[in-house]
């Protein structure tokens, strides 16, 4: 199966300040060993991130650039890979195609995986941006509690999202432990 994480508040820390470069750049604890349980369970990984700190002029491409490759090596180094990485540099102002909500980044994903469409995946958020991504790109959407997605389960609850089915859980651990669990996948 493939899965779609979202990056600052999925696998890394976050607390609404821009991460810029790799010393800022920490994981969640247990979210490096859970990209690579997934790999090790026969799953493909891709990262559908909006990083407008590039348009901002927060950080540079080498720096997001220095900030994956401390990503990838980490999960490699627990066994796993990352097969894709799509990233959207622009600013909200830009009116971009890839910025999320908008599903740019999953058709790029799509793309690399020579796929006709991502019915079946699985896309892993804590933005309702990540939800309405996943939702309008065919995609199950699950939310995690970690960076924003407290934040977004309460406002979920007030607003759903039409049509969707989120699941929720604490962390990406939890939900690798669910999925890797579950019957019928
Ligand atoms: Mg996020
Ligand atoms: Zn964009």
Redesign the pocket.
Known sequence: MLIIL?????INQ?DGNYICSADEWQPIPGSVEAVARLCNAGHRIAIATNQSGIARGYYDTDALDTMHEKLERLVEAEGGCIDFIAYCPHHPDDHCHCRKPLTGLLDQIRRHFHLDSLEGAIMV???RK?LEAAHSGKCQPILVRT??GLDTERHLDARPIPGARVAIYNNLSEFTDALLSAEGW
């Open positions: 979202d990056r600052d508040g999925v976050y958020g804590d933005s990540d960076g924003n």
